[in-house]
């Protein structure tokens, strides 16, 4: 209560109290009895004021006047009054639900969300969050269905299309000429050695020598081999194919090219050969049962697992992955209108549900609320809150009693004159 009301209040009374005692000793002059009148019923209606305001807390001048003290006698029944206006006139389930329905939760609530992300305090939250998350993740249930998708798309796999889509990627890369060329240097690496000179000239020879012919002809053979030694038969036949493999390299040698069109031509025809699909198959199924997969995957996830969180912990993660990906959905959904309008309805739901569930609370937090304070207390505290209008209720009295005096003794006069 402002001290300053209490003044006024008092004064206005004063004044009141004093006019009429002033106007006593005068009282037999007719103006000054104009005023005493006014004064008197100034002074009257300023203590009835006083008295009523006063009844509400407390008994006037400590006496247990009927009638008084009317808060704290009712005040249980003054408290189940406010709880029910309150909870159900004030704030009731209806007028509650309508004022929801004035506003659009989700909107505020995406707009509020992508706001939200621009501070630096969100993005270190949101990234210690995403760094638990990672690192609390368990790796061990992810591994067997990691392990079943990896054999289920192996066994999906068109061996026959797989094949035919190998060697013509083989073909537009020349792995034929690469693996020609990759067997003609291994050949005359084997070639150009010693130990093969020697070896092709005692197999050459030993050859002749077994070699059966009639006539001259056999007496001309037995002649060269007499001649001819092991090693200069070695010699020239290494020369021979060494000769021949190098021609073979020429890119434009006709027998290379003959021979790379029928390679060519022969793997071509293996997608349209069964049995060649399905030793494939065969193959291709029993590729991943050496492996042990599970712990390969085990290894690998706690790996991959080991370089996100690496990578977090860099300030490039938050502004160049977590917001904006974020932000993004954030979008994405604002942009869908029926999922806002699913989401609205399904906030509104629920809070109409919380409402209906809970609205008995309101009631209940206004009584709890009033308990806590004794008599006094809460006097004090409405005193506080409503005692300024009061005392102006007590100087309103006494303002209207002496205007209201000074009219009836006017009254009276007329009514004597005439």
């Avoid at 639900?97 to 992300?117: N, V």
């Avoid at 990691?146 to 026959?160: K, N, Q």
Wanted: proline share 3%; aromatic share 8%.
């Amino acid at each position: 209560m402002k001290s300053n009301t209490k003044h006024i209040a008092l004064i206005s009374l004063g004044v009141m109290a004093g006019g009429t005692l002033a106007a006593i000793p005068f009282s037999h002059l007719p103006w000054v009895r104009f005023l005493q009148s006014g004064f008197e019923a100034g002074l009257v209606g300023g203590l009835a004021d006083w008295f009523a305001v006063t009844a509400l807390f407390r008994h006037p001048l400590g006496i247990p006047i009927p009638h008084t003290a009317l808060l704290p006698k009712n005040r249980q029944r003054i408290t189940k009054a406010l709880v029910e206006t309150v909870q159900n006139d004030l704030l009731s389930k209806d007028s509650i639900r309508a004022k929801l329905d004035q506003f659009s939760i989700s909107a505020r609530l995406l707009d509020g969300l992508e706001q939200y992300l621009d501070s630096e305090e969100t993005k270190q939250t949101l990234t210690a969050l995403t760094r638990h998350a990672v690192r609390e993740v368990p790796l061990a249930p992810l591994v067997p269905v990691l392990e079943r998708t990896i054999r289920d798309w192996a066994g999906s796999l068109d061996t026959r299309q797989l094949l035919a889509r190998v060697l013509d990627y083989g073909f537009s890369q020349k792995w034929d000429e690469k693996a020609f060329d990759y067997a003609l240097d291994l050949v005359e690496r084997l070639v150009i050695q010693k130990q093969t000179a020697d070896k092709l000239g005692e197999m050459a020879a030993q050859a002749l020598q077994h070699f059966q012919t009639n006539g001259f002809m056999q007496f001309a053979l037995n002649a060269f081999v007499g001649f001819v030694s092991e090693e200069k038969l070695g010699s020239t036949i290494q020369q021979f194919l060494l000769l021949r493999i190098a021609e073979l390299g020429l890119p434009d040698n006709s027998t290379r090219m003959a021979l790379l069109q029928t390679l060519r031509s022969k793997l071509s025809e293996l997608p349209g050969k069964d049995e060649t699909i399905a030793a494939l198959d065969q193959w291709k199924q029993g590729l991943l049962d050496p492996l042990d997969l599970a712990s390969v995957l085990e290894k690998t996830l706690e790996q991959l697992r080991g370089r996100l969180l690496a990578y977090m912990e860099s300030e490039a993660f938050a502004d160049e992955v977590l917001i904006p990906l974020l932000r993004q959905g954030l979008r994405k959904i604002r942009d869908d209108r029926e999922l806002v309008e699913r989401m609205e309805t399904f906030i509104h739901d629920k809070l109409a549900e919380w409402v209906e569930n809970n609205h008995h609370r309101i009631g209940q937090l206004i009584e709890e609320n009033l308990n806590r304070y004794d008599n006094e207390s809460l006097i004090a505290l409405m005193e506080d809150k409503l005692g300024r209008d009061l005392q102006w209720i007590r100087v309103n009295g006494a303002v209207c009693g002496f205007l209201i005096g000074l009219v009836l003794h006017g009254v009276r006069l007329l009514a004597g004159f005439f």
